[in-house]
């Protein structure tokens, strides 16, 4: 965190689920704001995920904190797409 240049910027969003997976849950944003998947177990509820429920979260602006490229992951992706 101590990367970060900027405060933060946290803001209520809203979304929907628009697809449920064994392990994710996707969420479409409302206001244009695109698509979300997330892991299951990052997901709060009292409920059974299903379709069309709605769901509310604070979220931030995401920063880039540096020109550095991680090597690790860009070779990761490199075999990945090698592979396809």
Not at 53 to 72: D, Q, T
Request: aromatic letters at 8%; glycine letters at 10%.
């Amino acid at each position: 965190m101590d990367k970060l240049r900027y405060t933060s910027t946290e803001r209520y969003v809203e979304g929907v689920i628009v697809d449920v997976k064994d392990g994710s849950v996707g969420i479409d944003l409302k206001g244009r704001l695109g698509h979300l998947s997330v892991p299951m177990r990052m997901l709060i509820t009292d409920y059974e995920p299903q379709l069309g429920l709605e769901v509310g979260f604070l979220m931030s602006y995401p920063e880039v904190i540096g020109p550095e490229i991680n090597e690790k992951y860009a070779q990761n992706l490199e075999h990945k797409k090698n592979r396809e």
